[in-house]
């Protein structure tokens, strides 16, 4: 990573495990911040088993670990939590998301930190806050999918409230955490001073769904499930191709909409006075999804999409990782990336989530192994080689 790069000089440090705090590390990490992850000695990052392995390396820790030197420590132990401190003394930004209280029983609370370095920015990550009534309760990314208002918003309208298949409220809550680090980084060039950032689960999916709370506030209105479909506009679905894949489509614009059912062979509609407006469409729905649906089922994914985009009607296959990693506009963004890993030789994955004309960001290497830089970490703080060894004997390291 060149100098150039935005964190450059950025010193972060990496307690969390799982999914939301450590991927708000390799966030920074991208744009040149020196993560160091810290992991139990006996109890690695649960993220290192999650999902499928190759050759017993776990692959999604390879994303998650990226751009990031590993230690172990035993935080609990008073000597990992002297030596914690010595790590963060000249730190500029601590991540972690044990359950509240726990850092303050081990003599770890933002109040001992700041004493030892006043200008550490810390990320406090939890289920629900470190505050309230669930403030001590176990939380992950599931129970804010549900609690937000995610759950019961999305599935089909006589079917049950449904999660994603994928850690979402975790993802959005590490962008919420990098997007927060970098406010209270800028806020200390201002002041001087470190502060702490606490971040529940719970709270960043919410705020990406939109007006419901507005909503209920004005009028009493509860969204309902409605699967694909949308209460603001029409068509908007997933239609079966002929060659059983599926394409998606969507009419916020009414030019867009009037566009689509004029290629269905139904101009008609667009006479109908209900046409006029989003809502109006959408009361319907069954119409518009037949007249759609049948002239998308005659016919192949790749015909469907060239006649929408000659129509300029909005359309959208519908991928799976198979097809990502063959999309033209993917590889012309560079989306996808290899990465060099010793234990698997290279690893492709998701790049940066977008790209910088002048201090652009970059995966350097994958996660690495459990405790890899453990000796270069903690000798840089001058224990030596003896030292080192006597900590392992102990397994504070």
Not at 279 to 303: F, I, N
């Amino acid at each position: 990573m060149t100098t150039t790069a935005p964190l450059h000089g950025v010193k972060v440090v990496d307690l969390a495990t799982l999914f939301a705090g450590p991927l708000a590390a390799a966030f920074l990490g991208d744009f040149g911040a020196d993560v160091v992850k810290v992991e139990h000695p006996a109890k690695p990052d649960p993220s290192r088993g999650h999902g499928p392995a190759k050759d017993g390396v776990g692959l999604w820790w390879k994303v998650l670990g990226r751009n990031k030197r590993t230690v172990t420590l035993k935080l609990s132990d008073p000597e990992g939590a002297e030596l914690l401190r010595r790590l963060l003394a000249d730190a500029d930004v601590l991540v972690e998301n044990f359950r509240p209280g726990t850092l303050e029983r081990w003599g770890l609370g933002p109040d001992e930190l700041h004493a030892v370095n006043p200008r550490l920015v810390i990320a406090r990550i939890s289920g629900f806050g470190q505050v309230g009534p669930y403030a001590p309760r176990p939380g992950f990314g599931t129970l804010a999918e549900a609690m937000s208002g995610f759950a019961a918003a999305t599935g089909e309208p006589d079917g049950p409230p449904t999660l994603p298949p994928f850690g979402l409220a975790d993802s959005v809550t590490a962008l919420a955490a990098a997007y927060a680090v970098m406010l209270a980084l800028r806020g200390r060039d201002l002041t001087g001073r470190g502060q702490v950032v606490d971040l529940a689960i719970i709270e960043p999916i919410m705020a990406m769904l939109g007006p419901q709370i507005t909503w209920y506030d004005q009028l009493g209105y509860v969204q309902p499930r409605l699967g694909n479909r949308s209460n603001n506009n029409a068509p908007r679905n997933t239609y079966r191709c002929a060659d059983g894949r599926w394409v998606a489509v969507s009419t916020s614009a009414q030019s867009i909409a009037e566009r689509v059912v004029r290629l269905v062979g139904r101009p008609d509609l667009v006479d109908e006075p209900w046409f006029a407006t989003g809502s109006g469409r959408a009361a319907h729905a069954d119409e518009l999804d037949a007249a759609v649906g049948g002239w998308v089922a005659k016919r192949d994914r790749d015909e469907v999409v060239a006649a929408f985009e000659a129509a300029h009607a909005a359309v959208a296959p519908v991928y799976d990782v198979r097809d990502i990693l063959a999309d033209p506009q993917y590889a012309a963004l560079g989306t996808v990336v290899t990465v060099p890993d010793e234990e698997l030789g290279e690893v492709r994955m998701q790049n940066v989530p977008f790209r910088m004309s002048d201090s652009p960001g970059e995966i350097r290497h994958a996660g690495r192994r459990h405790g890899q830089d453990t000796d270069a970490v903690f000798g840089a703080l001058g224990l030596t080689g003896d030292e080192l060894a006597a900590l392992r004997e102990r397994g504070v390291i």
